[in-house]
């Protein structure tokens, strides 16, 4: 469970796998593989990482639970899901996706 205080002083929380699967793994290994791609016309090649992608993946692959309401009040946490990962504050996914992958240690980065 990684407690948000450190964030942003607050009580909520996200709960993440204690491991993540080897399947899991290759999943947010594909994210982050470097893709070339060509213009037409033009003998380039141009090599691009989607950092965001992989950091997507690894939150979508780890979080299980988290204590995120709709609305103050509301009886139970929003679901879990990669559409409401990629609503989540900017900041805050970043700095959940450098906690999650520390979590994990190498196996989780890119070329590992």
Same mark, same amino acid.
Do not use: N
């Given at each position: 469970?990684?407690?948000? !205080?450190? @964030?942003?002083?607050?009580?909520?929380?996200?709960?993440?796998?204690?491991?993540?699967? =080897?399947?899991? /793994?290759?999943?947010?290994?594909?994210?982050? /593989? $470097?893709? *070339?791609? *060509?213009? $037409?016309?033009? $003998? %380039? /090649?141009?090599?691009?990482?989607?950092?965001?992608?992989?950091?997507? %993946?690894?939150? *979508?692959?780890?979080?299980?639970? =988290?204590? @995120?309401r709709?609305?103050?009040?509301?009886p139970? $946490?929003?679901?879990?899901? !990669?559409?409401?990962?990629?609503?989540?504050?900017?900041?805050?996914a970043?700095?959940?996706?450098?906690r999650v992958?520390?979590?994990?240690?190498e196996?989780?980065?890119?070329? *590992?």
């Amino acid at each position: 469970r990684i407690d948000l !205080r450190e @964030f942003d002083g607050s009580d909520d929380w996200v709960e993440v796998r204690a491991a993540l699967s =080897w399947g899991d /793994m290759l999943a947010v290994r594909k994210a982050s /593989m $470097p893709r *070339a791609t *060509a213009s $037409p016309g033009t $003998p %380039e /090649m141009e090599v691009q990482i989607d950092v965001g992608a992989r950091s997507l %993946e690894l939150l *979508a692959r780890a979080i299980v639970r =988290w204590s @995120f309401r709709a609305a103050e009040g509301d009886p139970a $946490p929003l679901p879990v899901s !990669r559409d409401l990962i990629t609503k989540l504050d900017a900041r805050l996914a970043d700095w959940l996706a450098e906690r999650v992958d520390s979590l994990y240690g190498e196996g989780s980065r890119a070329g *590992a």
